[in-house]
């Protein structure tokens, strides 16, 4: 897997854990810090024993912000998907050639 955005990752973000991916989050195309990202194979884990002690100690007894989440929120997708849908009828409407 390359690219995902799993739901278990979105609860924990929601309660504010940061997760350690092996995968792409396609909700985060940019780099963020409550995210690691190690990784896809077998040896994921073992070669990244490292960065995940730092990442883990780095962030012992913190939370995600929720303003740094907050894309992620129902709503704001919601807004977004009705958008694109809007631009579609304004397209097949003939407005935007």
């Not at 690219?3 to 989050?25: F, H, M, N, S, T």
């Not at 894309?71 to 009828?89: G, P, S, T």
């Amino acid at each position: 897997m390359n690219e995902a955005c799993p739901l278990k990752v979105r609860e924990y973000l929601a309660c504010g854990l940061p997760c350690i991916i092996g995968y792409k989050d396609a909700d985060f195309p940019e780099h963020v810090d409550f995210l690691l990202q190690i990784p896809s194979r077998r040896t994921g884990a073992k070669e990244s024993m490292q960065k995940i002690r730092e990442f883990v100690a780095a962030w012992r007894s913190k939370r995600v912000p929720r303003e740094r989440i907050a894309h992620l929120d129902l709503e704001a997708k919601e807004r977004l998907r009705l958008q694109f849908f809007q631009q579609i009828l304004r397209c097949w409407n003939g407005e935007n050639q």
